[in-house]
Protein backbone atom coordinates (compact mmCIF):
# COMPACT_ATOMS: atom_id res chain seq x y z
CA UNK A 1 0.00 0.00 0.00
CA UNK A 2 1.35 3.44 -1.03
CA UNK A 3 1.34 5.40 1.87
CA UNK A 4 1.41 9.37 2.38
CA UNK A 5 3.90 10.84 4.54
CA UNK A 6 2.97 14.10 6.23
CA UNK A 7 5.54 16.18 4.60
CA UNK A 8 6.88 17.79 7.73
CA UNK A 9 8.85 13.85 8.79
CA UNK A 10 11.58 14.58 7.01
CA UNK A 11 12.28 17.95 8.53
CA UNK A 12 12.52 15.65 11.78
CA UNK A 13 15.05 12.97 10.70
CA UNK A 14 17.20 16.31 9.10
CA UNK A 15 16.52 18.55 11.92
CA UNK A 16 19.81 16.87 13.81
CA UNK A 17 21.95 18.04 10.90
CA UNK A 18 20.14 21.32 10.25
CA UNK A 19 20.51 22.26 13.81
CA UNK A 20 24.23 22.42 13.14
CA UNK A 21 23.51 25.87 11.23
CA UNK A 22 20.92 26.74 13.43
CA UNK A 23 22.75 26.38 16.82
CA UNK A 24 25.73 28.83 14.97
CA UNK A 25 23.24 30.89 13.83
CA UNK A 26 21.99 31.27 17.55
CA UNK A 27 25.48 32.47 18.61
CA UNK A 28 26.04 34.64 16.24
CA UNK A 29 22.62 36.32 17.32
CA UNK A 30 24.25 36.87 20.57
CA UNK A 31 22.03 33.90 22.33
CA UNK A 32 23.15 31.41 25.17
CA UNK A 33 23.29 28.34 24.75
CA UNK A 34 22.51 25.04 27.34
CA UNK A 35 23.92 21.69 26.62
CA UNK A 36 22.72 18.92 28.55
CA UNK A 37 22.52 15.14 29.18
CA UNK A 38 19.14 14.31 31.00
CA UNK A 39 15.91 14.03 31.51
CA UNK A 40 16.34 14.98 34.82
CA UNK A 41 17.31 18.74 33.34
CA UNK A 42 14.85 21.10 34.52
CA UNK A 43 14.36 22.73 30.88
CA UNK A 44 11.26 25.16 32.85
CA UNK A 45 14.58 26.83 34.36
CA UNK A 46 17.00 27.29 31.53
CA UNK A 47 13.98 28.73 29.57
CA UNK A 48 12.97 30.54 31.84
CA UNK A 49 16.54 31.91 32.16
CA UNK A 50 16.53 32.32 28.08
CA UNK A 51 19.11 29.98 27.11
CA UNK A 52 17.78 27.60 23.94
CA UNK A 53 18.89 23.81 25.20
CA UNK A 54 20.04 21.15 23.29
CA UNK A 55 20.84 17.68 23.76
CA UNK A 56 24.47 16.17 24.29
CA UNK A 57 24.41 12.76 24.63
CA UNK A 58 27.05 11.16 22.18
CA UNK A 59 25.46 9.01 19.65
CA UNK A 60 28.10 7.50 17.75
CA UNK A 61 31.00 5.31 18.12
CA UNK A 62 33.55 7.80 15.89
CA UNK A 63 34.74 9.41 19.27
CA UNK A 64 35.09 6.96 21.56
CA UNK A 65 38.96 5.89 21.13
CA UNK A 66 39.75 9.86 21.76
CA UNK A 67 37.66 9.60 24.43
CA UNK A 68 39.18 6.40 25.71
CA UNK A 69 42.78 8.45 26.25
CA UNK A 70 41.61 9.42 28.86
CA UNK A 71 38.34 7.18 30.40
CA UNK A 72 38.09 3.51 31.07
CA UNK A 73 37.30 1.17 27.94
CA UNK A 74 34.81 -0.69 29.85
CA UNK A 75 32.92 2.59 30.35
CA UNK A 76 28.93 3.18 28.55
CA UNK A 77 29.25 4.29 25.21
CA UNK A 78 27.16 6.76 25.81
CA UNK A 79 29.17 8.84 28.59
CA UNK A 80 32.80 8.06 26.14
CA UNK A 81 30.56 9.02 22.88
CA UNK A 82 30.08 12.47 24.78
CA UNK A 83 32.49 13.04 26.65
CA UNK A 84 35.07 12.14 23.54
CA UNK A 85 32.95 14.85 21.52
CA UNK A 86 33.40 17.58 23.64
CA UNK A 87 37.57 16.91 23.97
CA UNK A 88 38.11 16.84 20.15
CA UNK A 89 35.41 19.51 19.08
CA UNK A 90 33.75 17.40 17.06
CA UNK A 91 30.20 18.00 18.38
CA UNK A 92 29.04 21.67 17.38
CA UNK A 93 26.13 21.54 20.40
CA UNK A 94 28.76 20.85 22.90
CA UNK A 95 31.24 23.54 21.09
CA UNK A 96 28.47 26.18 21.30
CA UNK A 97 27.38 25.10 24.46
CA UNK A 98 27.67 27.91 26.99
CA UNK A 99 27.21 26.01 29.72
CA UNK A 100 26.54 22.83 29.77
CA UNK A 101 24.31 20.82 33.26
CA UNK A 102 24.69 17.63 34.11
CA UNK A 103 23.03 15.51 37.32
CA UNK A 104 24.47 13.09 39.47
CA UNK A 105 22.93 10.26 38.02
CA UNK A 106 24.65 6.75 36.95
CA UNK A 107 28.56 6.65 38.92
CA UNK A 108 30.30 7.10 34.87
CA UNK A 109 28.47 9.94 34.11
CA UNK A 110 28.92 12.06 37.55
CA UNK A 111 32.81 10.96 37.13
CA UNK A 112 32.93 11.87 33.62
CA UNK A 113 31.10 15.72 34.35
CA UNK A 114 34.21 16.11 36.80
CA UNK A 115 36.62 15.94 33.34
CA UNK A 116 34.35 17.86 31.59
CA UNK A 117 34.13 20.56 33.55
CA UNK A 118 37.96 20.93 32.27
CA UNK A 119 36.87 21.65 28.91
CA UNK A 120 33.33 23.31 29.51
CA UNK A 121 31.89 25.84 31.53
CA UNK A 122 29.64 23.28 33.72
CA UNK A 123 27.00 22.81 36.10
CA UNK A 124 26.28 20.30 38.38
CA UNK A 125 22.58 18.86 39.84
CA UNK A 126 22.59 16.44 42.61
CA UNK A 127 20.12 13.90 42.56
CA UNK A 128 18.84 12.47 45.34
CA UNK A 129 18.91 8.71 44.77
CA UNK A 130 15.41 7.97 46.86
CA UNK A 131 12.98 9.63 44.78
CA UNK A 132 9.79 8.57 47.49
CA UNK A 133 10.91 10.61 50.33
CA UNK A 134 9.83 13.67 51.58
CA UNK A 135 13.47 14.80 52.23
CA UNK A 136 14.60 13.50 48.62
CA UNK A 137 11.87 16.11 47.18
CA UNK A 138 13.28 19.06 49.94
CA UNK A 139 16.96 18.01 48.65
CA UNK A 140 16.16 18.53 44.80
CA UNK A 141 14.13 22.18 45.80
CA UNK A 142 17.47 23.19 46.92
CA UNK A 143 19.24 21.74 44.17
CA UNK A 144 17.15 23.16 41.68
CA UNK A 145 17.31 26.29 43.41
CA UNK A 146 21.35 26.25 43.23
CA UNK A 147 21.08 25.30 40.17
CA UNK A 148 18.57 28.22 38.63
CA UNK A 149 21.11 30.77 41.03
CA UNK A 150 23.81 29.56 38.97
CA UNK A 151 22.63 30.44 35.67
CA UNK A 152 21.65 33.99 37.01
CA UNK A 153 25.17 34.90 37.92
CA UNK A 154 26.50 32.89 35.09
CA UNK A 155 23.92 34.94 32.88
CA UNK A 156 23.48 38.18 34.56
CA UNK A 157 19.98 37.39 34.00
CA UNK A 158 17.11 37.50 37.09
CA UNK A 159 14.67 34.11 36.75
CA UNK A 160 11.33 35.58 37.62
CA UNK A 161 7.97 33.57 39.09
CA UNK A 162 6.15 34.92 35.99
CA UNK A 163 8.91 32.66 33.65
CA UNK A 164 8.96 30.02 35.68
CA UNK A 165 4.99 29.84 35.30
CA UNK A 166 5.36 30.54 31.67
CA UNK A 167 7.51 27.86 30.93
CA UNK A 168 6.11 25.60 33.08
CA UNK A 169 2.91 26.13 31.13
CA UNK A 170 4.80 26.14 27.56
CA UNK A 171 6.55 22.91 28.67
CA UNK A 172 3.88 20.92 29.77
CA UNK A 173 1.75 21.87 26.20
CA UNK A 174 4.72 20.05 24.58
CA UNK A 175 4.37 17.03 26.99
CA UNK A 176 0.79 16.71 26.21
CA UNK A 177 1.73 16.90 22.44
CA UNK A 178 4.65 14.15 22.95
CA UNK A 179 2.41 12.18 24.41
CA UNK A 180 -0.07 12.37 21.59
CA UNK A 181 2.44 10.42 19.39
CA UNK A 182 2.93 7.68 21.27
CA UNK A 183 -0.74 7.47 21.26
CA UNK A 184 -0.71 6.87 17.94
CA UNK A 185 0.71 3.65 18.67
CA UNK A 186 -2.57 2.68 20.66
CA UNK A 187 -4.12 2.55 17.15
CA UNK A 188 -5.03 -1.19 15.64
CA UNK A 189 -2.87 -1.41 12.94
CA UNK A 190 -0.51 1.89 14.83
CA UNK A 191 -1.10 5.11 13.06
CA UNK A 192 2.28 5.49 13.09
CA UNK A 193 5.58 3.82 13.08
CA UNK A 194 8.22 3.50 15.77
CA UNK A 195 10.69 4.51 13.33
CA UNK A 196 8.94 7.62 13.09
CA UNK A 197 7.93 8.17 16.70
CA UNK A 198 11.89 8.01 17.27
CA UNK A 199 12.92 10.12 14.84
CA UNK A 200 10.33 13.11 15.81
CA UNK A 201 11.42 12.78 19.51
CA UNK A 202 15.36 12.64 18.64
CA UNK A 203 14.79 15.29 16.08
CA UNK A 204 12.91 17.80 17.93
CA UNK A 205 15.64 18.34 20.20
CA UNK A 206 17.25 20.32 17.65
CA UNK A 207 14.49 22.79 16.46
CA UNK A 208 15.27 26.17 18.54
CA UNK A 209 12.07 27.69 17.25
CA UNK A 210 9.27 26.56 20.16
CA UNK A 211 6.09 27.48 18.23
CA UNK A 212 7.36 26.33 14.82
CA UNK A 213 8.12 23.09 16.29
CA UNK A 214 5.02 22.96 18.27
CA UNK A 215 3.14 23.62 14.72
CA UNK A 216 5.29 21.08 12.69
CA UNK A 217 4.32 18.02 15.06
CA UNK A 218 0.67 18.94 15.23
CA UNK A 219 0.39 18.86 11.47
CA UNK A 220 2.10 15.84 11.33
CA UNK A 221 -0.18 13.87 14.26
CA UNK A 222 -2.84 15.53 12.59
CA UNK A 223 -1.99 13.94 8.99
CA UNK A 224 -1.56 10.56 10.40
CA UNK A 225 -4.77 9.95 12.37
CA UNK A 226 -6.40 11.34 9.18
CA UNK A 227 -4.26 8.92 6.67
CA UNK A 228 -5.62 6.01 9.47
CA UNK A 229 -8.95 7.18 9.25
CA UNK A 230 -8.35 7.27 5.36
CA UNK A 231 -7.29 3.67 5.42
CA UNK A 232 -3.67 4.97 5.11
CA UNK A 233 -1.93 3.70 8.16
CA UNK A 234 1.84 2.82 7.60
CA UNK A 235 0.83 -0.90 8.71
CA UNK A 236 -1.33 -2.84 6.54
CA UNK A 237 -3.84 -4.54 8.81
CA UNK A 238 -2.74 -7.64 10.28
CA UNK A 239 -4.12 -8.71 13.48
CA UNK A 240 -1.00 -11.18 14.24
CA UNK A 241 1.63 -8.47 13.95
CA UNK A 242 3.29 -8.37 17.13
CA UNK A 243 3.17 -5.23 19.01
CA UNK A 244 6.17 -4.16 20.70
CA UNK A 245 6.93 -2.04 23.65
CA UNK A 246 10.72 -0.60 23.54
CA UNK A 247 12.47 0.27 26.77
CA UNK A 248 15.71 0.90 28.21
CA UNK A 249 18.09 3.84 27.11
CA UNK A 250 20.49 4.76 25.26
CA UNK A 251 18.15 4.55 21.57
CA UNK A 252 20.03 7.35 19.87
CA UNK A 253 22.63 5.48 18.92
CA UNK A 254 21.49 1.80 18.38
CA UNK A 255 18.01 2.51 16.60
CA UNK A 256 19.09 1.75 13.38
CA UNK A 257 19.84 -1.94 14.51
CA UNK A 258 17.15 -2.10 16.51
CA UNK A 259 13.66 -0.60 16.36
CA UNK A 260 14.62 -0.03 12.49
CA UNK A 261 15.12 -4.21 12.43
CA UNK A 262 11.73 -5.08 14.55
CA UNK A 263 10.07 -3.11 12.12
CA UNK A 264 11.71 -4.39 9.06
CA UNK A 265 11.16 -7.89 10.40
CA UNK A 266 7.44 -7.48 10.51
CA UNK A 267 6.86 -6.14 14.16
CA UNK A 268 5.24 -2.61 15.47
CA UNK A 269 6.90 -0.53 17.96
CA UNK A 270 3.60 0.76 19.45
CA UNK A 271 5.22 2.94 22.44
CA UNK A 272 8.56 3.51 24.46
CA UNK A 273 9.23 3.48 28.36
CA UNK A 274 11.72 4.44 29.87
CA UNK A 275 12.68 8.31 30.97
CA UNK A 276 11.48 10.13 27.71
CA UNK A 277 8.71 7.13 27.30
CA UNK A 278 5.21 7.92 27.65
CA UNK A 279 4.81 8.09 31.53
CA UNK A 280 7.25 11.16 31.74
CA UNK A 281 5.10 12.76 28.67
CA UNK A 282 1.93 12.31 30.94
CA UNK A 283 3.05 13.18 33.85
CA UNK A 284 2.84 17.29 33.80
CA UNK A 285 3.76 19.47 36.27
CA UNK A 286 1.16 21.55 38.70
CA UNK A 287 0.22 24.74 37.07
CA UNK A 288 -1.31 25.89 40.67
CA UNK A 289 0.58 29.46 40.62
CA UNK A 290 -0.03 29.96 43.88
CA UNK A 291 2.26 27.30 45.00
CA UNK A 292 5.97 27.74 44.37
CA UNK A 293 7.40 26.98 41.14
CA UNK A 294 10.24 24.92 42.30
CA UNK A 295 8.80 22.58 44.52
CA UNK A 296 6.36 22.19 41.61
CA UNK A 297 8.94 21.44 39.25
CA UNK A 298 10.68 19.31 41.77
CA UNK A 299 7.99 17.40 42.18
CA UNK A 300 7.45 16.26 38.70
CA UNK A 301 11.30 15.85 37.74
CA UNK A 302 11.77 13.80 40.89
CA UNK A 303 9.73 10.93 39.28
CA UNK A 304 11.43 10.84 36.13
CA UNK A 305 11.47 6.78 36.13
CA UNK A 306 15.06 6.29 35.87
CA UNK A 307 17.08 3.22 36.61
CA UNK A 308 19.81 5.12 38.60
CA UNK A 309 17.47 5.97 41.52
CA UNK A 310 16.44 3.03 43.74
CA UNK A 311 13.79 1.81 44.29
CA UNK A 312 12.29 2.56 41.08
CA UNK A 313 8.99 0.77 42.04
CA UNK A 314 7.35 3.27 39.93
CA UNK A 315 8.63 2.47 36.54
CA UNK A 316 7.73 -0.81 37.39
CA UNK A 317 3.55 0.03 37.72
CA UNK A 318 4.19 2.24 34.30
CA UNK A 319 5.75 -0.64 32.47
CA UNK A 320 2.39 -2.79 33.32
CA UNK A 321 0.17 -0.13 32.56
CA UNK A 322 1.47 1.03 29.65
CA UNK A 323 1.53 -2.52 28.43
CA UNK A 324 -1.96 -2.89 29.05
CA UNK A 325 -3.01 0.42 27.50
CA UNK A 326 -0.89 -0.49 23.99
CA UNK A 327 -2.29 -3.84 24.23
CA UNK A 328 1.82 -5.14 23.46
CA UNK A 329 2.56 -8.28 22.66
CA UNK A 330 6.62 -8.46 24.09
CA UNK A 331 8.87 -5.98 25.39
CA UNK A 332 12.19 -5.42 23.78
CA UNK A 333 14.61 -4.01 26.70
CA UNK A 334 17.69 -2.14 25.31
CA UNK A 335 20.56 -1.45 27.09
CA UNK A 336 23.99 -0.45 26.88
CA UNK A 337 27.50 -2.52 27.77
CA UNK A 338 28.30 -1.63 31.29
CA UNK A 339 25.21 0.07 31.87
CA UNK A 340 24.86 -1.72 35.51
CA UNK A 341 22.27 0.57 36.72
CA UNK A 342 19.45 -0.32 33.47
CA UNK A 343 20.60 -3.89 32.67
CA UNK A 344 19.75 -4.91 36.44
CA UNK A 345 16.58 -3.47 36.08
CA UNK A 346 15.53 -5.31 33.28
CA UNK A 347 15.01 -8.13 36.04
CA UNK A 348 12.52 -6.42 37.21
CA UNK A 349 10.94 -5.84 34.08
CA UNK A 350 11.17 -9.50 33.10
CA UNK A 351 9.01 -9.98 36.18
CA UNK A 352 6.48 -7.80 34.95
CA UNK A 353 6.59 -9.12 32.33
CA UNK A 354 6.22 -12.96 33.35
CA UNK A 355 3.60 -11.60 35.62
CA UNK A 356 1.58 -10.45 32.62
CA UNK A 357 1.96 -13.23 30.32
CA UNK A 358 4.39 -11.64 27.53
CA UNK A 359 7.80 -12.11 26.30
CA UNK A 360 11.06 -9.58 27.21
CA UNK A 361 13.98 -10.21 25.04
CA UNK A 362 16.86 -8.21 26.70
CA UNK A 363 19.55 -6.79 24.15
CA UNK A 364 23.21 -5.64 25.33
CA UNK A 365 24.79 -3.58 22.68
CA UNK A 366 26.96 -0.26 21.89
CA UNK A 367 27.33 2.03 18.85
CA UNK A 368 29.54 -0.23 16.91
CA UNK A 369 27.90 -2.11 13.69
CA UNK A 370 29.92 -5.51 15.42
CA UNK A 371 26.50 -6.95 16.71
CA UNK A 372 24.14 -6.65 13.73
CA UNK A 373 23.80 -9.59 12.37
CA UNK A 374 23.02 -11.34 15.91
CA UNK A 375 20.71 -8.97 17.49
CA UNK A 376 18.92 -9.37 13.65
CA UNK A 377 18.86 -13.10 14.60
CA UNK A 378 17.37 -12.90 17.83
CA UNK A 379 15.05 -9.99 17.02
CA UNK A 380 13.65 -12.34 14.35
CA UNK A 381 13.46 -15.57 16.55
CA UNK A 382 11.34 -13.30 19.05
CA UNK A 383 9.27 -11.83 16.84
CA UNK A 384 7.72 -15.36 15.40
CA UNK A 385 7.66 -16.94 19.15
CA UNK A 386 5.42 -14.40 19.20
CA UNK A 387 3.64 -14.30 15.79
CA UNK A 388 3.30 -18.17 16.25
CA UNK A 389 1.61 -17.57 19.62
CA UNK A 390 -0.84 -15.47 18.28
CA UNK A 391 -1.38 -17.39 15.19
CA UNK A 392 -2.42 -20.24 17.99
CA UNK A 393 -4.84 -17.80 20.03
CA UNK A 394 -6.56 -17.02 17.06
CA UNK A 395 -7.43 -20.53 15.93
S1 LIG B 1 17.08 9.94 33.16
S2 LIG B 1 18.19 7.06 31.48
S3 LIG B 1 18.97 10.29 30.30
S4 LIG B 1 20.47 9.03 33.31
S5 LIG B 1 23.31 4.32 29.66
S6 LIG B 1 24.98 7.12 31.04
S7 LIG B 1 22.54 5.36 32.99
S8 LIG B 1 25.68 3.89 32.25
S9 LIG B 1 21.53 7.55 30.02
FE1 LIG B 1 19.95 8.43 31.23
FE2 LIG B 1 19.08 10.58 32.50
FE3 LIG B 1 18.44 8.18 33.37
FE4 LIG B 1 17.36 9.09 31.17
FE5 LIG B 1 24.73 5.84 32.82
FE6 LIG B 1 23.49 3.75 31.79
FE7 LIG B 1 25.28 5.02 30.38
FE8 LIG B 1 22.96 6.15 30.92
Redesign the pocket.
Request: charged content about 10%; hydrophobic content about 30%.
Given at each position: MSVTLPEHFEDFAEARREGFLKVKELKDSGKNVCGC????TPAEIIRAAGLYQVGL?GKSAAPIKTAETRLPAN?????KSSYGHALEQSCPYAYFSDVVVG?T?????KKMYELLGELKPMQVIHLPNIPDHERSLQMWVSELRIFAKGLEDKFQTTITEDGLNESIEWCNKERIQAARIYELGRYEPPAITGVRMHDIMEGEQYMFDPQEKYDKINAILDQCEKNWHNGEAPFAPDPKRPRIIVSG??LGGTAEKTIHVIEELGGAVVCYE???GISSRRRLIDEDRSRDPYLRIAEKYIE?P???VSPNTRRLEQVAETVREWNADGIVSI??H?????AIETENIRRVCNQMGIPLLHIETDFTPGDEAQIRTRLGAFLEMIRAEKEAAHE
Open positions: FCQYCLCPLIETCDGKTGGCSVCAVTLSCNPF
